[in-house]
């Protein structure tokens, strides 16, 4: 299984920015999948996360600016980013729960990043 993360650039503060990863390979269902991001210098956080039937939950700093939504036909989870935030600046990585057809046995993977930048 692989997940590609893509959308990251350089945003000016106050605008958007939506990410997505596409999971791929011996998948057999996909539990729950998440962004978490990584700025300089600062452990790996949790910013939100969707479970297979769409319960979301946010870190407190992004509740009202950030949306996590997914795709189940298409094996994808999106990050839509709204009025970002210079302290917003990290990279972003996917992370999913999957359930795999080669040993109906579930494990974790992640995305290889991509990195958002806010600009002030």
């Known amino acids: 299984v692989q997940l590609q993360a893509s959308g990251g650039g350089v945003v000016q503060a106050g605008g958007s920015l939506r990410l997505s990863c596409v999971a791929s390979g011996s998948i057999l269902r996909i539990n729950v999948m998440g962004w978490y991001r990584q700025a300089p210098g600062k452990q790996r956080e949790a910013v939100a996360t969707?479970?297979?039937?769409?319960?979301?939950a946010y870190i407190e700093s992004v509740k009202g600016r950030f949306t996590i939504s997914r795709d189940n036909a298409k094996n994808t989870v999106y990050l839509q980013m709204n009025s970002v935030k210079p302290e917003d600046t990290a990279v972003y990585y996917c992370h999913a729960i999957v359930a795999v057809s080669t040993d109906l046995r579930s494990y974790a993977y992640w995305g290889q990043g991509t990195l958002v930048t806010v600009s002030s």
């Open positions: 969707i479970s297979s039937g769409g319960s979301t």
